[in-house]
């Protein structure tokens, strides 16, 4: 308060003095104008500047000692909350059409194919199935994540945006929507966020090659351009942390490939690894 009440008495002074140079040199009126508009940068500047300080002050206050301890401690062993059905887990019946069915039924072992190739990641399913986003309600599966011992953030699958196919068509034109909600990824190594989010549009997207090397190809891109959009907001806005937004949209053609082949091989990963990594 005492330094806003200093600043404005220097700036009256200032005018004050101006005004009184113009009456003795005949000072024309549009150079006073001037110099009180170059004034008026200035002080505005000054005002900037001493925001921006501010703002990176309270954000060095914030102390993520904790979060940090959680990040590099032992893993989270997933528990899982499967939901039998889709009503089960709270979804509204008048909600569900036969597509949802689908889908909830091919990606019951979704977070098991995922903790099998992500070392320090735990995908943990919850009996939940409403559906939170931003195209209005909808239902589906929903898991939190863990990076080591910290919850980070949240995924949830539902069907492909405009997807509500009657359900023999719906069959041969599979598409379901995966949305990935992290927070705290500042502090995570790229290759293990790069891991996370390629292993997703791995097994969501479309095999459109026998050895899969263009299928590799287009996630390693998906990956490499989400997580340079969110380090670009970061360096742009510091002061806010951004949340790791992250969506991608696509037939599944892997994930069901796996899935198909742990079926005819009588493997239910949920019995067999409990959901989580392999122990043979």
Not at 65 to 80: F, M, N, T
Not at 141 to 150: D, H, I, K, Q, T
Not at 178 to 205: C, H, K, N, S
């Amino acid at each position: 308060m005492i330094k806003k009440l200093g600043m404005w008495i220097a700036i009256v002074i200032a005018i004050g003095v101006l005004s009184a140079v113009q009456e003795r040199l005949s000072v024309p009126n549009y150079i006073v104008g001037l110099a009180i508009l170059g004034l008026g940068v200035i002080v505005f500047s000054f005002k900037v500047d001493s925001r921006l300080r501010a703002l990176e002050e309270w954000g060095s206050r914030k102390d993520y000692s904790g979060i940090i301890k959680q990040l590099k401690g032992e893993r989270h062993k997933p528990r899982h909350q499967q939901p039998e059905s889709l009503e089960a887990g709270g979804a509204v019946a008048s909600g569900i059409e036969p597509a949802h069915h689908i889908v909830f039924e091919d990606f019951r072992w979704f977070a098991a194919v995922l903790n099998l190739h992500l070392p320090a990641w735990a995908i943990e399913e919850l009996n939940d199935t409403h559906f939170r986003g931003d195209h209005g309600p909808a239902v589906g599966r929903r898991y939190n994540v863990w990076y080591n011992a910290c919850q980070v953030g949240t995924m949830q699958v539902t069907i492909g945006i405009g997807r509500l196919l009657e359900r023999e068509r719906f069959k041969g034109e599979r598409s379901a929507r995966v949305e990935l909600d992290l927070t705290y990824l500042r502090f995570i190594p790229y290759r293990d966020a790069r891991g996370l989010v390629y292993q997703i549009a791995l097994l969501i997207g479309a095999s459109d090659s026998e050895d899969g090397e263009v299928s590799r190809t287009k996630a390693a891109a998906t990956a490499a351009d989400a997580l340079g959009g969110h380090l670009w907001e970061a360096v742009r806005a510091p002061e806010f942390g951004p949340s790791f937004d992250f969506y991608v949209d696509g037939p599944y053609d892997l994930l069901k490939s796996v899935v198909d082949d742990w079926k005819k091989q009588g493997i239910d990963p949920m019995v067999k690894w409990g959901g989580d990594r392999k122990r043979d």
